[in-house]
């Protein structure tokens, strides 16, 4: 992990925070940063570890003040977002393909309060919390909805092509690539309900 202070222009590495692991989204709640890792290495390289991991770590002290696993078994962390009540929602892939699990942790008790089961691929990093109180994310397979009230999760939207990069959540609609093709999708509140593409 790399801290850039911009007005000093002073950097600091933290370097093997959870051992042969490499970091892949990061949240911060009550002044503390909640990262998640993964366990692949670059290419032509074999994993050593076989669980990812969620750890918290306290910028003042420069420390890491915790760490476990949110969703055993899981190889990767991603899509980390603070939610409103200071819970964490993020998703844990089983492999790979992807798949897993959608979690939402408690940095407070140290403890997993929800798991919904993930049955899409999701596009890493592209998850944001919408004026409707949801959180609105991007699949390879289209657009997902959790509710962390109603404790829901459903895929909203297929796209006609696969979701390839992201994301931006802006005046009530999301956009998204699909290779050259840029998508503007209205969140359902308004009048247009399918992706519409741009050349």
């Known amino acids: 992990m790399t801290v850039w202070d911009t007005e000093s222009n002073h950097i600091e590495r933290f ?29 032509g390289s074999s994993p050593t570890q076989k669980e990812a991991k969620l750890f918290l770590w306290d910028p003042d002290k420069k420390v890491k003040t915790w760490e476990g696993t949110p969703v055993p078994k899981a190889k990767r962390m991603t899509d980390f977002l603070t939610l409103p009540d200071g819970k ?15 979690f939402v942790f408690d940095p407070r008790s140290r403890q997993t309060g929800l798991t919904l089961p993930f049955a899409w691929t999701p596009v890493y990093n592209s998850v944001a919390l919408g004026n409707d109180g949801a959180v609105w994310g991007l699949a390879n397979e289209g657009i997902f909805r959790f509710d962390p009230q109603a404790r829901t999760l459903a895929l909203v939207a297929r796209t006609p092509q ?9 005046d009530g609609a999301l956009y998204f690539a699909s290779g050259a093709t840029i998508y503007r999708y209205r969140l359902p509140q308004q009048p247009e309900r399918s992706p519409r593409s741009y050349q």
């Open 15 to 43: 370097a093997n925070i959870i051992p042969d692991q490499s970091l892949t989204s990061l949240a911060t709640v009550d002044g503390l940063i909640v990262a998640g890792t993964m366990v692949f290495g670059g290419g």
């Open 88 to 102: 964490i929602m993020g998703i844990a892939a089983p492999g790979a393909e992807g798949k897993g699990t959608l």
């Open 162 to 170: 696969p979701v390839t990069a992201g994301f931006v959540l802006m």
